[in-house]
Nanobody, 126 residues
Framework: QVQLVESGGGLVQAGGSLRLSCAAS????????MGWFRQAPGKEREFVAT????????YYADSVKGRFTISRDNAKNTVYLQMNSLKPEDTAVYFC???????????????????WGQGTQVTVSS
């Protein structure tokens, strides 16, 4: 079965950095776009970043553009989210997701993703 396992979350001060990882298994990882989403307490889950199967194209939410970088290593079946200049408003549970019904392109729409990880907590203190 498909499994997505996030890691790398934690507590960091504002202005700091974290690197999230998402290890995938049970699917042909290199064929599909991947995405990162987040959910803050009391809020809806929201899009953060997405990347095409090759890593050749990426797309970001305006709130993280210029601070976060999504990347992938298809040899390791892993997608990453490098988060710099973190702000308290970045505090959330971060989820990675796989879009296995689309082989090309990418999507920022949550409903397009059919497999999800369990999430990893990121807390940014002021």
């Amino acid at each position: 079965q498909v499994q997505l396992v996030e890691s790398g979350g934690g507590l960091v001060q504002a202005g700091g950095s974290l690197r999230l990882s998402c290890a995938a298994s049970g699917l042909t990882f290199s064929r599909y776009p991947m995405g990162w989403f987040r959910q803050a307490p009391g809020k809806e889950r929201e899009f953060v970043a997405t990347i095409t199967w090759s890593g050749g194209a990426t797309y970001y939410a305006d709130s993280v553009k210029g601070r976060f970088t999504i990347s992938r290593d298809n040899a390791k079946n892993t997608v990453y989210l490098q988060m710099n200049s973190l702000k308290p408003e970045d505090t959330a549970v971060y989820f990675c997701a796989a879009h296995t019904t689309l082989s090309g392109g990418y999507s920022y729409r949550e409903n397009d993703y059919d497999y999800w990880g369990q999430g990893t907590q990121v807390t940014v203190s002021s």
